[in-house]
Nanobody, 117 residues
């Protein structure tokens, strides 16, 4: 059964760090472009970062130089290292496996990140 399970969210003070993980199964992980999205209060879900099978990455402007996406193909796990967190980073963070050939996209259930003093 296809699974994308995020972990690592929580509450942190401004300036702090969190590392999110997305453990996957049965999605041909190593062949897929993988992404992190987030939904902050009052806004639509937005792309945070993506990583291609060859490890090239793309970041949203707000994530550049603070967030770092990586993948471990052997563990079939996607990561997002988030540094210098700000209150406006508060939201639910989702892992997404992008569509691959005839195979559909998949979303995780999300993990809450709260940045508050």
């Amino acid at each position: 059964q296809v699974q994308l399970v995020e972990s690592g969210g929580g509450e942190v003070q401004p300036g702090g760090s969190l590392r999110l993980a997305c453990a996957t199964s049965r999605i041909m992980f190593s062949l897929r472009r993988m992404s992190w999205y987030r939904q902050v209060p009052g806004k639509q879900r937005e792309l945070v970062a993506e990583i291609k099978p060859g490890d090239s990455t793309t970041y949203a402007d707000f994530a550049k130089d603070r967030f770092f996406i990586s993948r471990n193909n052997g563990e079939r796990t996607l990561y997002l290292q988030m540094n210098r967190l700000k209150p406006e980073d508060t939201g639910v963070y989702y892992c997404k496996a992008e569509k691959f050939g005839e195979n559909p996209e998949y979303w995780g259930q999300g993990t809450q990140v709260t940045v508050s003093s």
